[in-house]
Nanobody, 126 residues
Framework: QVQPVESGGGLVQAGGSLRLSCAAS????????LGWFRQAPGKGREFVAA????????YYADSVKGRFTISGDNAKNTVFLQMNSLKPEDTAVYYC???????????????????WGQGTQVTVSS
């Protein structure tokens, strides 16, 4: 399984927007989807959003619902995370990872995902 590669992080003011990208090469045969997680300093890695390859179903953590949108470009094996109305508490390193085959449709545990990318830093200033 090839590791996903994230990009698009940066520094933005509260209320602003960022779009993260994840190049997910190799997902076709051993992945049921792709998810985004984030990890703030001193905290654990938490689920943000995910997309299932079959049917394109998406789901989100309550903390980002209505502000973030995950989408996929099947032709380019790339998944995007559009983040709007950013808040200082969204500051974290954002990671994408392949969703393991056999995981439930709404799987959101770290153990349901593998082949993690290196992460991209998102900093939201107040």
């Amino acid at each position: 399984q090839v590791q996903p590669v994230e990009s698009g992080g940066g520094l933005v003011q509260a209320g602003g927007s960022l779009r993260l990208s994840c190049a997910a090469s190799g997902r076709t045969f051993s992945s049921s989807g792709l998810g985004w997680f984030r990890q703030a300093p001193g905290k654990g890695r938490e689920f943000v959003a995910a997309i299932n390859w079959s049917g394109g179903r998406t789901y989100y953590a309550d903390s980002v619902k209505g502000r973030f949108t995950i989408s996929g470009d099947n032709a380019k094996n790339t998944v995007f995370l559009q983040m709007n109305s950013l808040k200082p508490e969204d500051t974290a390193v954002y990671y994408c990872a392949h969703k393991k085959p056999g995981s439930s449709w709404l799987a959101n545990m770290r153990s349901d995902f593998g082949s993690w990318g290196q992460g991209t830093q998102v900093t939201v200033s107040s």
